[in-house]
């Protein structure tokens, strides 16, 4: 089993920026990777990054982001963060950590709220 508990959501101007983090435990040795996923009201659960856990730093960011946000990891603490600078109010949405396991199963966390205001 893993935990994953996010922090440093909340309210920020358009422009401005926001730094979330993911911290996890529990059993890590079969996860792949480990990534931001973010569920706008109405709207489905969209991929925001990923970045590899084992075996290398491959990122993977949406259209979206890309230039604007920026993942990291740092293994020895077993956390995995989110700068999103140059926010924008269509950024707004829960933020959800995933690790997902070698096999495709993904564990979640409860998710941060993040609003960007104009």
């Known amino acids: 089993q893993v935990q994953l508990v996010e922090s440093g959501g909340g309210l920020v101007q358009a422009g401005g920026s926001l730094r979330l983090s993911c911290a996890a435990s529990?059993?890590?040795?079969?996860?792949?990777?480990m990534g931001w996923y973010r569920q706008a009201p109405g709207k489905l659960r969209e991929l925001v990054a990923s970045?590899?856990?084992?075996?290398?730093?491959?990122?993977n960011y949406a259209d979206s982001v890309k230039g604007r946000f920026t993942i990291s990891r740092d293994n020895a603490k077993n956390t995995v963060d989110l700068e999103m600078n140059s926010l924008k109010p269509e950024d707004t949405a829960v933020y959800y950590c995933?690790?997902?396991?070698?096999?495709?199963?993904?564990?979640w966390g409860q998710g941060t709220q993040v609003t960007v205001s104009s």
């Open positions: 995933n690790a997902m396991t070698r096999w495709a199963y993904s564990y």
């Open positions: 529990g059993s890590m040795f079969n996860i792949n990777a």
């Open positions: 970045i590899i856990i084992n075996g290398g730093r491959t990122t």
